[in-house]
C-alpha cells in the first residue's frame, strides 16, 4: 500500500466532510526514483568516472548483473557522477551499497549544503544513505561516489536518489549567429549565441564533429592553409541533440602556420651542450655531423628565477678546453644555416628555472632572447621550462583560457618573438611527460584541491602557440609511469612507452578526464619524440630496434605490441635527442639509427 497516497487522500476526505474545502488542492510533485542507470545494468550510460577511472563489472554485484568498480590511482580518487533534474526547496534521500575502504557517497550542488557520508571499512555490501533539502532555486544535482586517495579499487551498486522529479528536460533549439573571427592558418575560431537549457554544444566541421565544448566558443584546429571549410553546431543537454545550426564557411589563411620555414620531411633534433660539457665533453659547432636538422644550443638561463632576462654564453675555457672562439662559433652556425640546418637557442633546462609572473619578466624576456638570437644569427627558439618554471594558480582548471600570470605572460612574449620574426621563425617545445601527458589525468591542482599544480601546465602554452608550433618534441625519458588513452599506466625504456605518449599527441584527450575541455590532436609533422641519446644521457635510454619498433608502430601500425593507436601517421616529424654530445659519446648509435631507418 501506497502510504502516502492513503494519507492525502483520507484527509482531503475529511476535509471536504468538515466543509473546509472550497476548491481542490493543487497537486505536488510524487516522489520518484531519480538515478539514471543506478544499477550500472547499462554499464556506466549516465555516469561520467575521472580520468577513466571506472568500470562496469559482472561480479560481485549487490543486486542485477553489474556493479561499478572504480580504482583511484595517484591523486585521482575514482570520482563517478551524474547530474539529476530535482526540484527546488524539495527533500531527496540518497542510498547505494558499497564495497571496499574509504568509499563515499554525496551531493553537490544542492543550493543548501551538499552532504556526503562514508564507510572506512566495507569488506562485504554496505548500505550508505543521506539526505539533503534543496535552495529555493536548485533545479539540478550532482551525486557522486568515490573512493580515497592510493587504495584499492572500490565497488559501488544500486545506487538510488529518491524524491520529487525536477521539470521534464526538453531538448534546446538549435544555436543561432555562428561566426567566425580571424582564422589562422591551421585553425578557425568559432563563437556563437547560446541556446537556453544547453549543458554542452557540438561542432561539425564539413559535416563530421570536431570537437564539444561546454561555452559559446570553440576554436576547430588541425586545417589546412588556405583552404575553405563549413562549420556548424549544435546543442545538447540530457533531453538530446538540437538540429544543426545554419552552415557558416571560412578559409583558413596562407602561409605555413608554425612550420618555421623548410624542415625536411623526417628531421633529427639534437641539443648541443654549447655552454658546458657536463661529462660528454665538449663538441665545437663545426663537428656537429650533418645528421642533425635542427641544433638547439643548450642552455640560455636567466639571471634569476623570475628576472625573465636571459643570457647565453659558451662553455668558460676552464671546463672545456677544446671551445671555439665567439668569432668561429658564429661562423660555424652560419655555415649549418648554409647546409640547410636549422639553429636555436634553448631557454630553460634542469637548472634554468623561468618564471615570467609579471608583464616586466615578460617584456624582459622578449628583449632579451631577440638580443641572443640577433647576436648568433640564430633561426628561433626551442622552450625547456622545466622543474617549477610552469604551474597553475588553484581555479585555473580550463587550458583553453589560463589565468595563471606565468603562463599567459609565457604565451604572450613567444607570441611577440613570432610576430616579430615572421613565418620563418621555428619555436619548439620540450616539456617533460607531466606537463603534458599527466594532463589526461591531472591538471593543475583539481577541483579539489591538493594535486601537484605543475601537472599539465604546458598545456595552455602549446595549445594557444599550435598555431604558430614548429614541433613539439615530449621527454619520453626521466618519466615516471603514465596513463595512456588505453587507460593503462605505462612505463619509459620501451616502444611501448613512445607509442602510448606520442598517440595521445596525435589523437588528442579529454583534459583531466572531462570530456568537454578536450586538447585536440596536433598535425603529425608538429610531433617528435624526444628519447636519450645513450644510458648516460638520462633514465629511460630506448635501444634502437625498440626506436624502430615505435617509429614503425605510429607510421605504419607494425610492432605495435599490445598498445592499439587511435590512428597511422606517415608524416610524423621525426626524433629528438638529448643530447648531440651523448651521441658523440656513444659513438654516434642514436643519430646512425635514424639516419638508416627508411621512412615509409
Given at each position: 500500500m501506497d502510504r502516502t497516497r492513503?494519507?492525502?487522500?483520507?484527509?482531503?476526505?475529511?476535509?471536504?466532510?468538515?466543509?473546509?474545502?472550497?476548491?481542490?488542492?493543487t497537486a505536488q510533485a510524487a516522489d520518484a526514483e531519480l538515478t539514471r542507470n543506478g544499477g550500472f545494468e547499462a554499464g556506466l550510460t549516465g555516469w561520467s568516472c575521472t580520468a577513466g577511472s571506472g568500470a562496469a563489472v559482472s561480479s560481485p554485484t549487490h543486486g542485477g548483473t553489474s556493479a561499478l568498480k572504480a580504482t583511484p590511482a595517484g591523486s585521482d580518487n575514482a570520482k563517478c557522477s551524474q547530474t539529476v533534474t530535482v526540484k527546488p526547496n524539495s527533500d531527496?534521500?540518497?542510498?547505494?551499497?558499497?564495497?571496499?575502504?574509504?568509499?563515499?557517497?554525496?551531493?553537490?550542488?544542492?543550493?543548501?549544503?551538499?552532504?556526503?557520508?562514508?564507510?572506512?571499512?566495507?569488506?562485504?555490501?554496505?548500505?550508505?544513505?543521506?539526505?539533503f533539502r534543496t535552495g529555493a532555486s536548485t533545479t539540478s544535482v550532482t551525486i557522486h561516489t568515490h573512493g580515497w586517495?592510493?587504495?584499492?579499487?572500490?565497488?559501488?551498486?544500486?545506487?538510488?536518489?529518491?524524491?520529487?522529479?525536477?521539470?521534464?528536460?526538453?531538448?534546446?533549439?538549435?544555436?543561432?549567429?555562428?561566426?567566425?573571427?580571424?582564422?589562422?592558418?591551421?585553425?578557425?575560431?568559432?563563437?556563437?549565441?547560446?541556446?537556453?537549457?544547453?549543458?554542452?554544444?557540438?561542432?561539425?566541421?564539413?559535416?563530421?564533429?570536431?570537437?564539444t565544448v561546454n561555452g559559446t566558443s570553440a576554436t576547430v584546429t588541425g586545417l589546412t592553409a588556405s583552404t575553405a571549410y563549413t562549420f556548424q553546431v549544435s546543442a545538447a543537454n540530457e533531453a538530446g541533440e538540437s538540429p544543426k545550426s545554419a552552415t557558416l564557411s571560412a578559409t583558413t589563411a596562407s602561409g605555413g602556420g608554425g612550420n618555421g620555414g623548410d624542415l625536411p620531411a623526417h628531421a633529427l633534433v639534437g641539443y648541443l651542450h654549447a655552454g658546458f660539457a657536463n661529462g660528454s665533453g665538449y663538441t665545437r659547432m663545426a663537428d656537429v655531423p650533418d645528421s642533425w636538422d635542427v641544433i638547439n644550443l643548450a642552455f640560455g638561463e636567466p639571471t634569476s628565477v623570475t628576472s625573465g632576462d636571459i643570457r647565453f654564453k659558451l662553455c668558460p675555457v676552464a671546463e672545456c678546453p677544446n671551445v671555439e672562439s665567439e668569432a668561429d662559433f658564429k661562423a660555424a652556425v652560419k655555415a649549418k644555416q648554409a647546409a640547410g640546418k636549422k639553429v636555436l637557442i634553448s631557454i630553460g633546462g634542469a637548472n634554468g628555472q623561468v618564471q615570467l609572473s609579471t608583464t616586466t619578466a615578460r617584456d624582459t624576456f622578449v628583449s632579451s632572447v631577440s638580443k641572443i638570437i640577433d647576436d648568433y644569427g640564430l633561426d628561433g627558439l626551442d622552450i625547456d621550462f622545466e622543474g617549477h618554471s610552469l604551474s597553475l594558480n588553484t581555479g585555473d582548471t580550463d587550458f583553453r583560457n589560463p589565468t595563471s600570470p606565468v603562463i599567459v605572460n609565457l604565451i604572450s612574449a613567444l607570441k611577440t618573438l613570432k610576430a616579430t620574426y615572421g613565418s620563418d621563425f621555428v619555436l619548439t617545445m620540450a616539456p617533460e611527460t607531466f606537463f603534458v601527458q599527466l594532463g589526461y589525468q591531472y591538471y593543475g591542482s583539481?577541483?579539489?584541491?591538493?594535486?601537484?599544480?605543475?601537472?599539465?601546465?604546458?598545456?595552455?602554452?602549446?595549445?594557444?602557440?599550435?598555431?604558430?608550433?614548429?614541433?613539439?618534441?615530449?621527454?619520453?625519458?626521466?618519466?615516471?609511469?603514465i596513463m595512456g588513452l588505453d587507460n593503462q599506466y605505462h612505463s619509459m625504456g620501451g616502444a611501448d612507452f613512445h607509442i602510448a605518449m606520442t598517440d595521445m599527441l596525435l589523437t588528442g584527450f579529454p583534459v583531466a578526464g572531462d570530456q568537454a575541455k578536450?586538447?585536440?590532436?596536433?598535425?603529425?609533422?608538429?610531433?617528435?619524440?624526444?628519447?636519450?641519446?645513450?644510458?648516460?644521457?638520462?633514465?629511460?635510454?630506448?635501444?634502437?630496434?625498440?626506436?624502430?619498433?615505435?617509429?614503425n608502430c605510429l607510421t605504419r601500425k607494425t610492432d605495435c605490441g599490445g598498445y592499439a593507436t587511435h590512428g597511422t601517421w606517415p608524416a610524423l616529424r621525426g626524433l629528438m635527442t638529448w643530447s648531440v654530445n651523448w651521441d658523440r659519446f656513444n659513438q654516434y648509435e642514436f643519430s646512425k639509427n635514424f639516419d638508416a631507418y627508411t621512412w615509409r
Open positions: 492513503f494519507t492525502a487522500a483520507f484527509a482531503a476526505a475529511v476535509l471536504a466532510v468538515t466543509g473546509l474545502v472550497a476548491t481542490a488542492p531527496y534521500t540518497l542510498s547505494g551499497w558499497v564495497q571496499g575502504s574509504y568509499v563515499y557517497l554525496g551531493a553537490s550542488g544542492t543550493g543548501t549544503t551538499d552532504v556526503s557520508t562514508w564507510t572506512g571499512s566495507a569488506p562485504s555490501w554496505q548500505k550508505l544513505t543521506t539526505s586517495y592510493g587504495t584499492p579499487a572500490y565497488l559501488a551498486d544500486d545506487i538510488s536518489l529518491f524524491g520529487p522529479g525536477g521539470d521534464p528536460v526538453t531538448v534546446p533549439a538549435a544555436p543561432t549567429n555562428l561566426r567566425a573571427s580571424s582564422p589562422g592558418s591551421t585553425s578557425v575560431p568559432l563563437s556563437w549565441n547560446a541556446s537556453p537549457g544547453a549543458t554542452a554544444y557540438h561542432v561539425y566541421r564539413d559535416g563530421s564533429r570536431a570537437t583539481g577541483p579539489w584541491g591538493g594535486q601537484d599544480p605543475r601537472a599539465g601546465a604546458y598545456l595552455p602554452v602549446i595549445h594557444a602557440l599550435r598555431d604558430d608550433l614548429t614541433l613539439l618534441h615530449v621527454q619520453d625519458y626521466n618519466s615516471g609511469p578536450f586538447f585536440p590532436a596536433l598535425r603529425p609533422e608538429q610531433v617528435a619524440i624526444g628519447l636519450p641519446a645513450s644510458p648516460q644521457a638520462g633514465n629511460g635510454h630506448t635501444s634502437p630496434t625498440e626506436v624502430n619498433k615505435a617509429l
